[in-house]
């Protein structure tokens, strides 16, 4: 092998650029980010580990629901009743769309574009206020 | 031995009998899933249809927007400035542009001069045999059992053949985002996004819930008229009964389902 010295500098070189993101992190835990429902009420329309892993399912199905099948009332397991819809019934009690639904979209890296038809929910900036008097 | 090994063989056969049967029994007697329904206040209809009596309509005051407003602040229709960008639900035009074809060389020049120029509200004719329902390549367009030709702007592509294939151009295309140009926000209703089609839904969401549509409660001199042609006691059918009324360009096979008393 012709300059066998240079080529093996160079893969090591290469290797080392490459991992080098895995290094950096090595042993660090990545902390998932803290959300704010911002609500009184202690449960959602399913329970909290149905709706961390499959809320998207839920919305889908709320969705052909409502506008396909015509029905628009939903009945949890539990019996209770709910308006199926993401703009009139999720954000009344999640209030705040940048601390609840973008903090855990971000952190994963994923875009649903609920909100480029949905209305958000108003969001009271209460340390712009502040800062302004 | 033999008596053991069928002893052996009821039992297993049994047991798989009872394993087989839980799920079937679970699903019967209903174990908490999750249900969808109705909401007891809509309004269920077989054949929803709008019956507009332009006489009363052009009796109203002068420049009445009435119905065009209501439709407008319900459903969040954006403004455009530019008229090749204008989104529109129900809305105006001349008499000679929504009824083209409907009269005859030998007419009266005094009754097409009297016609010409006369205001008409127009809006989607929710067909009996939509062509914008055929063409539509992700069926975003579908009719509803009760006759409402809806939209889910969900699926919409934007590929514009309903625009095309719609004969009444009741459908819109948002060239632009909507969103700066939506006045005042209805926050129970979502806006579109840019580059989906939109159109007139009968207030669908409106019937849902127990209410007619929003256009039909803001007209005040009562000249739009909605209910249900399967009914034979409902009033637009005793209107239809009554009195003589045309449709928007049915010689096109549409079967369209918005009437108008002239």
């Known amino acids: 092998m012709y300059n066998a010295g240079k080529i093996i500098i160079g893969i090591v070189i290469f290797l080392a650029l490459i991992t080098a993101p895995f290094w950096y992190n090595f042993g660090k835990a990545s902390t998932p980010p803290k959300l704010e429902i911002g609500t009184q009420e202690k449960q959602c329309v399913e329970s909290k580990a149905f709706m961390q892993s499959s809320h998207m399912v839920l919305l889908d199905q709320w969705r052909d629901e409502v506008l396909r099948v015509g029905k628009r009332i939903y009945v949890n397991s539990a019996g209770k009743q709910y308006n199926m819809s993401l703009q009139n019934t999720c954000t009344k009690c999640h209030s705040s769309k940048t601390k609840f639904c973008d903090r855990c979209h971000t952190y994963l890296n994923v875009a649903p574009n609920c909100w480029d038809c949905h209305i958000a929910p108003k969001e009271q900036e209460k340390q712009a206020g502040r800062s302004d008097k | 031995m033999d008596e053991t090994r069928r002893n052996f063989l009821k039992i297993a056969g049994l047991s798989v009998l009872g394993f087989g049967a839980k799920p079937v029994v679970d699903a019967v007697a209903g174990t908490g899933e999750p249900k969808f329904e109705k909401d007891p206040q809509a309004l269920n209809g077989k054949r929803w249809a709008m019956v507009v009596n332009q006489k009363k309509c052009l009796n109203a005051k002068e420049g009445c927007k009435d119905c065009v407003l209501a439709c407008n602040s319900a459903h969040n229709i954006p403004d455009f400035p530019n008229p090749k960008d204008e989104i529109k639900w129900i809305w105006q035009v001349k008499y000679e542009n929504a009824f083209p074809g409907q009269e005859n060389p030998y007419i009266d020049e005094y009754v097409k001069k009297s016609l010409k120029g006369l205001p008409f509200m127009v809006l989607c004719n ?32 934007g590929c514009r053949f309903c625009m095309a294939a719609c004969p009444y151009g009741a459908r819109n295309l948002n060239w632009r985002d909507p969103r700066p140009f939506i006045k005042k926000e209805n926050p129970e209703f979502p806006t579109r996004s840019r580059g989906v089609v939109e159109k007139c839904n009968f207030c669908s969401e409106r019937l849902a819930v127990g209410k007619m549509p929003a256009c039909v409660e803001a007209c005040k001199d009562k000249a739009l008229v909605f209910g249900d042609l399967e009914d034979p006691n409902s009033e637009v059918r005793e209107l239809l009964r009554t009195q003589p009324s045309i449709q928007r360009k049915p010689q096109l096979g549409t079967r369209p389902q918005v009437y108008y008393i002239l």
Do not use: K
């Not at chain 2, 929710?126 to 030709?149: K, L, Y």
């Open chain 2, 126 to 157: 929710h067909c009996d045999n939509p062509p914008c329902v055929r063409v539509c390549p992700v069926q975003a367009t579908f009719r509803r059992p009760d006759g409402i030709v809806v939209m889910d702007y969900h699926r919409c592509i």
